[in-house]
Nanobody, 129 residues
């Protein structure tokens, strides 16, 4: 079992930066591939970024590529999402997720919601234009 708790959200202006954290519990945290998703009102939850268990591979949605960076510190059971050059359209609740059965991104469809077994409660990011 993995429990995930996000933090770091807030209200910022366009062009600002934020760093989200997702702290996990459970002995298997360091072997799980992880991801960040986001959801705006009236929209489906969408993929933002993913990272393999050892941070050897990462991937991003086209809308955040070049602006966001996902990383992890397995010694601290924490995954991060550094968000730079924020835009109004980045406004959403951000969720981290863990998949129980896969460590590497190559072995599952990491951009879809359904493979993930564990989710945090979400943290609100609001970017004013």
């Amino acid at each position: 079992q993995v429990r995930l708790v996000e933090s770091g959200g807030g209200l910022v202006q366009a062009g600002d930066s934020l760093r989200l954290s997702c702290e996990g519990s459970g002995r298997t945290f360091s072997v799980n591939a992880m991801a960040w998703f986001r959801q705006s009102p009236l929209k489906e939850r969408e993929f933002v970024a993913a990272i393999s268990y050892d941070a050897g591979s990462t991937d991003y949605s086209d809308s955040v590529k070049g602006r966001f960076t996902v990383s992890r510190d397995n010694a601290k059971n924490t995954v991060f999402l550094q968000m730079n050059s924020l835009k109004h359209e980045d406004t959403a609740v951000y969720y981290c997720a863990a998949v129980r059965s896969f460590s590497n991104l190559a072995y599952f469809n990491y951009k879809e919601v359904t493979p993930y077994d564990f989710w945090g409660q979400g943290t609100q990011v609001t970017v004013s234009s």
